[in-house]
């Protein structure tokens, strides 16, 4: 490739702040419920975990909410979320632009003692989530790339831009986590 080729995209690294949301859905305890048995739902139809960066005992496929309706209500929730959110702290209202979120992705993993999950992000998404469905006291965090730390606790909701970085190091006890990621799409008129 020719050097003054338009196309040869230099990379420069800023270090730039990125939020991270957090709130409690304990709140709404039948749709955690449902999401916690659709996760051993599907791991009773097939108990091989997809492979991924996540190394666990079990993780079930990216497209989890279109297997069961048990994800649904939880989905619901996290969009509605989700949009609160682009609401308040992004002066971004999405409704009166004439979009919304959607759930494209979701999916469960099962961590047990040392399981971990490598430094990744969820690009294209725009937002991505962990919601902790079970945590053992002392369970490991979600670890940012800047450093930020995370503690799970039993419902609780983590949104981020999908582009940042996170991994989870070897967890001493037990967590169960629902993941989604979420895109803006045009809405139906």
Known sequence: ???????????????????????????????????????????????????????????????????????SPICEIVRTVALHVTKVFLSADLPALGMDYFVKDCWGMIYEKADHTRLHNHFPAELSCALYLEVEPGCAPIVFDNG????????????????????????PGRR??????????AKLQ
């Open 1 to 71: 490739m020719n050097p003054q080729d338009p196309l040869v995209v230099a990379q420069q690294l800023f270090p730039v702040m990125m939020p991270v949301f957090t709130c409690n859905l304990a709140a709404y305890p039948d749709a955690l419920r449902l999401a916690r048995e659709a996760i051993d739902d599907l791991r009773a139809i097939d108990p091989t975990p997809i492979s991924s960066n996540v190394q666990s005992v079990y993780v079930s496929p990216w497209d989890s909410n279109r297997r069961t309706e048990k994800f």
């Open 148 to 171: 930020y730390q995370i503690q799970p606790e039993n419902g609780l909701l983590v949104l981020f831009p999908g582009i940042l970085n996170h991994q989870v190091p070897a967890t």
């Open 176 to 185: 169960v986590v629902v993941s989604m990621n979420l895109f803006k799409m």
